[in-house]
């Protein structure tokens, strides 16, 4: 019998009694791993009460620093002690290979709660004094109830990473994760209670976009939205956000441009360029889909990736070996092995060998002659590396640029003019330099065009998730005009 996944709402789980179930398929075989109770715009509301409740008591929004940096802190050790049981579910609902599960998402999951933790500890208010006999200081306040809505792709690193902003600023949060992979947040939740997350204070409502999601975003109770998804979707939470006056960020799609210069440690390029689009499936935003060599290396270049990308281990993403497991539905399989009819393939476009159930796609090459052409233009979301070709660097920025996207771009130059003039004229949120998805935290991370609205990560969180409010008082007297004493 599957487990069933309900909402947890003010330190309990529900029971789902009487909710519309939602099944969720494991694309490793295809099998029944889970039902959803599907939180009806009744529970989302009860959820939302609940929060609003925990705000106004102020147990977790008046607490000191000290004491939300102890609990975001044992939140992290819980997770890394827990990293089996967190990865082995994660790995069930989203066919991920447990290997970078382990390595990379769970840990990523960990240290965002760390990051904050310190973060909160460091930062200070602003303080004015250049209008005596002023002193005016700017206060940081929490928003108060955040709607966060987390994607399927990466999901205990990406929704964790909203969480532990909103919490770390004294918010309380409900966490809306995708239909399709519940199961890691149930021990998520548990832990987050061991912890000492006072109840009420943190959320969970499960089901899809257009009945729970649509409910919670568009509740009028709600003050902030953090939504991290694709780009159609996200001009939809938009729509309702920006109706009821929310703050909103965003993170949505990408067709990043991964520029493969002459000048180059090639075999580091080429050790990048397949990690960052065949890790995690192929399905990342910030997959360096689009490669772009230049003419003079071309051949030799993309000759290798395809020799590698034959060899790479496509299995059971239970298995540590594993470096391409399948990807996340049947609808994803059908629409990633889509862009592969008529196109120019060098290998791939097809299912992978050995599988009869499964969501498995044969790791993809393809190479296109115009950047027009919809391999260059849509997210395809899967182990799909398009190549095209360039003469010389002012071509490149120029293909590079031609996208309705902009949410990151790679860059494999040794000469420094041409990095510094490359990287000014891209058109993206982050623009990383001979190497491949490297994050600060720190930083403020998003998208130009519609890659996203806004930012997160350090400052960028805190602008999201705290009001500012200024207070201004003397420090001496000073006179004051006297108006009707005739």
Same mark, same amino acid.
């Given at each position: 019998?599957?487990?069933?996944?309900?909402?947890?709402?003010?330190?309990?789980?529900?029971?789902?009694?009487?909710?519309?179930? @939602?099944?969720?398929? +494991?694309?490793?075989?295809?099998?029944? %791993?889970?039902?959803?109770?599907?939180?009806?715009?009744?529970?989302?509301?009860?959820?939302?009460?609940?929060?609003?409740?925990?705000?106004?008591? #102020?147990?977790?929004?008046?607490?000191?620093?000290?004491?939300?940096? +102890?609990?975001? /802190?044992?939140?992290?050790?819980?997770? /890394?002690?827990?990293?089996?049981?967190?990865?082995?579910?994660?790995?069930?609902?989203?066919?991920?290979?447990? /290997? !970078?599960?382990?390595?990379?998402?769970?840990?990523?999951?960990?240290?965002?709660?760390?990051?904050?933790?310190?973060?909160?500890?460091?930062?200070?208010?602003?303080?004015?004094? !250049?209008?005596?006999?002023?002193?005016?200081?700017?206060?940081?306040?929490?928003?108060?109830?955040?709607?966060? %809505?987390?994607?399927?792709?990466?999901?205990?690193?990406?929704?964790?990473?909203?969480?532990? #902003?909103?919490?770390?600023?004294?918010?309380?949060?409900?966490?809306?994760?995708?239909? =399709?992979?519940?199961?890691?947040?149930?021990?998520?939740?548990?832990?987050?209670?061991?912890?000492?997350?006072?109840?009420?204070?943190?959320?969970?409502?499960?089901?899809?976009?257009? %009945?729970?999601?649509?409910?919670?975003?568009?509740?009028?109770?709600?003050?902030?939205?953090?939504?991290?998804?694709?780009?159609?979707?996200?001009?939809?939470?938009? /729509?309702?956000?920006?109706?009821?006056?929310?703050?909103?960020?965003?993170?949505? #799609?990408?067709? *990043?441009?991964?520029? @493969?210069?002459?000048?180059?440690? =090639?075999?580091?390029?080429?050790?990048?360029? =397949?990690?960052?689009?065949? +890790?995690?499936?192929?399905? !990342?935003?910030?997959?360096?889909?689009?490669?772009?060599?230049?003419? *003079?290396?071309?051949?030799?270049?993309? $000759?290798?990736?395809?020799?590698?990308?034959?060899?790479?281990?496509?299995?059971?993403?239970?298995?540590?070996?594993?470096?391409?497991?399948?990807?996340?539905?049947?609808? !994803?399989?059908?629409?990633?092995?889509?862009?592969?009819?008529?196109?120019?393939?060098?290998?791939?476009?097809?299912?992978? $060998?050995?599988? $009869?159930?499964?969501?498995?796609? *044969?790791?993809?090459?393809?190479?296109?002659?115009?950047?027009?052409?919809?391999?260059?233009?849509?997210?395809?979301?899967?182990?799909?590396?398009?190549?095209?070709?360039?003469?010389? @660097?002012?071509?490149?920025?120029?293909?590079?640029?031609? &996208?309705?996207?902009?949410?990151?771009?790679?860059?494999?130059? &040794?000469?420094?003019?041409?990095?510094?003039?490359?990287?000014?004229?891209?058109?993206?949120?982050?623009?990383?330099?001979?190497?491949?998805?490297?994050?600060?935290?720190?930083?403020?991370?998003?998208?130009?065009?519609? +890659?996203?609205?806004?930012?997160?990560?350090?400052? &960028? *969180?805190?602008?999201?998730?705290?009001?500012?409010?200024? %207070?201004?008082?003397?420090?001496?007297?000073?006179? @004051?005009?006297?108006?009707?004493?005739?």
């Amino acid at each position: 019998m599957s487990e069933l996944c309900t909402s947890f709402i003010n330190g309990g789980w529900t029971s789902g009694e009487g909710a519309e179930r @939602i099944p969720v398929i +494991s694309p490793i075989d295809e099998t029944l %791993v889970a039902e959803i109770a599907q939180a009806d715009a009744a529970e989302v509301d009860h959820a939302v009460r609940a929060a609003r409740k925990a705000f106004v008591a #102020g147990t977790w929004r008046n607490a000191p620093v000290s004491k939300r940096q +102890s609990v975001l /802190r044992r939140i992290a050790a819980l997770i /890394r002690e827990k990293v089996d049981v967190l990865a082995e579910r994660e790995c069930a609902n989203a066919g991920l290979p447990i /290997r !970078q599960i382990r390595e990379r998402h769970v840990q990523r999951a960990a240290a965002n709660f760390e990051f904050f933790a310190d973060f909160i500890g460091q930062t200070a208010n602003e303080c004015y004094e !250049q209008e005596p006999p002023f002193l005016t200081i700017v206060r940081r306040e929490p928003v108060g109830i955040a709607a966060l %809505v987390a994607p399927w792709n990466a999901p205990l690193a990406l929704a964790t990473m909203e969480m532990a #902003g909103a919490l770390a600023f004294g918010n309380c949060c409900i966490l809306k994760p995708s239909e =399709l992979t519940p199961l890691e947040f149930v021990p998520l939740f548990e832990l987050m209670k061991e912890a000492g997350v006072p109840d009420g204070v943190v959320g969970l409502v499960n089901g899809s976009g257009p %009945v729970t999601g649509a409910a919670l975003v568009g509740h009028i109770d709600i003050d902030v939205v953090a939504f991290i998804g694709g780009t159609e979707t996200g001009r939809h939470i938009a /729509r309702a956000a920006g109706g009821n006056l929310k703050k909103y960020v965003a993170e949505l #799609g990408g067709k *990043s441009a991964n520029i @493969i210069t002459p000048q180059c440690d =090639l075999e580091r390029a080429l050790d990048a360029a =397949l990690v960052s689009i065949y +890790s995690n499936n192929g399905q !990342q935003c910030l997959a360096g889909s689009r490669i772009l060599v230049d003419q *003079s290396i071309a051949k030799d270049f993309i $000759d290798r990736f395809v020799a590698r990308t034959k060899n790479i281990r496509v299995g059971d993403p239970r298995d540590m070996a594993t470096e391409v497991g399948p990807v996340i539905s049947r609808a !994803q399989y059908d629409r990633v092995l889509s862009f592969a009819a008529g196109a120019n393939i060098l290998t791939g476009g097809k299912r992978a $060998d050995g599988f $009869d159930r499964g969501y498995y796609v *044969s790791p993809t090459v393809a190479l296109a002659e115009d950047n027009a052409t919809p391999l260059c233009q849509e997210e395809i979301f899967g182990p799909f590396a398009t190549f095209l070709t360039y003469d010389g @660097i002012d071509q490149a920025i120029e293909i590079a640029n031609q &996208s309705e996207f902009g949410l990151v771009a790679y860059l494999w130059c &040794s000469d420094m003019p041409t990095v510094m003039r490359v990287q000014d004229a891209l058109q993206a949120g982050t623009i990383w330099v001979n190497t491949p998805l490297a994050r600060d935290l720190r930083a403020p991370f998003g998208g130009y065009k519609n +890659s996203g609205v806004g930012r997160t990560g350090g400052l &960028s *969180s805190r602008n999201l998730f705290t009001e500012e409010k200024v %207070v201004t008082m003397p420090m001496q007297d000073f006179p @004051i005009a006297k108006l009707g004493l005739g």
